[in-house]
């Protein structure tokens, strides 16, 4: 793929990237801003829904191309069809971006291969084909690294296949590089960039306490500020009700599993 020509499409949370390859050689590559996180805050600007709620709604029920089905009725009908028409907007708009990125690079007529946390909504594929034109698409359904035992497998995610992608053509150990290029004074051993300091360069002990105390602090400090936004959302929240997903999602999470196995 990467000799004939090929663009990788990566739905990431916070942006999508396309990278065209054509004779095993990078030859264009963009970053736009919008990912799965927008339809998340979509949902949530929507109905005011909790963005971890609305998170888990739109990997459990969401469907690009959602067409109603017959086991669900009234409001949760309803809550899943709006919800659909929110993330069904959010990715056309993120498929017409790549789209344009794909003419700017020449690659119209490019196999496409989609990877990242977003490959995993429903029917992207099929979006992205009806969109681009493209004839062929696919999804990533394996890592190119190759694991045998069991422990060891893989996620069939594709959120992580960046990370994986990036170690596993790893060719460089820059723990080796780096010692080579070092003088004698500094020694390898276990720590994080295999570097132990010498005597001259060790911290000193009060140094060591001090960053560790203001480190604790900084973390203090974080976590008070977390706790109070959730309290202003949650006293929000309150306030205001619960909205329209917010009902409808109670009901909806009984029979999730069956609506899963029928948008599958």
């Not at 893989?154 to 080579?180: Q, R, W």
Request: charged share 35%.
């Amino acid at each position: 793929e990467l000799k004939q020509g090929v663009a990788l499409i990566d739905f990431g949370a916070g942006t999508t990237t396309v990278t065209v390859y054509k004779g095993g050689k990078l030859r264009f590559l963009a970053v736009i801003p919008l990912g799965g996180e927008n339809m998340t805050h979509d949902i949530h600007a929507h109905d005011g829904m909790d963005e971890d709620e609305a998170e888990e709604l739109k990997k459990e029920a969401g469907d690009i191309l959602y067409e109603p089905k017959e086991n669900i009725s009234g409001e949760e009908a309803a809550a899943v069809k709006k919800l659909n028409e929110i993330i069904g907007a959010r990715a056309e708009e993120i498929v017409a971006n790549v789209k344009q990125m794909l003419t700017e690079a020449k690659a119209e007529r490019m196999q496409l291969v989609l990877t990242g946390g977003g490959a995993n909504l429903r029917n992207i594929d099929a979006m992205v084909a009806s969109l681009t034109g493209a004839t062929k698409v696919r999804i990533t359904t394996k890592s190119c690294i190759p694991t045998e035992d069991p422990k060891y497998l893989l996620p069939t995610e594709h959120n992580v296949y960046a990370l994986i992608g990036t170690l596993a053509t790893g060719k460089e150990n820059c723990v080796e590089t780096m010692a080579k290029q070092t003088s004698g004074a500094v020694k390898t051993s276990d720590d994080l960039f295999g570097y132990e300091s010498t005597e001259s360069k060790k911290p000193i002990k009060s140094d060591r306490e001090k960053k560790q105390k203001d480190e604790e602090e900084r973390t203090r400090i974080k976590e008070e500020n977390r706790k109070k936004k959730e309290e202003e959302k949650a006293a929000k929240k309150a306030a205001q009700g619960p909205g329209f997903f917010d009902k409808a999602w109670k009901g909806l999470k009984n029979t999730i599993e069956n609506i899963a196995d029928d948008l599958a």
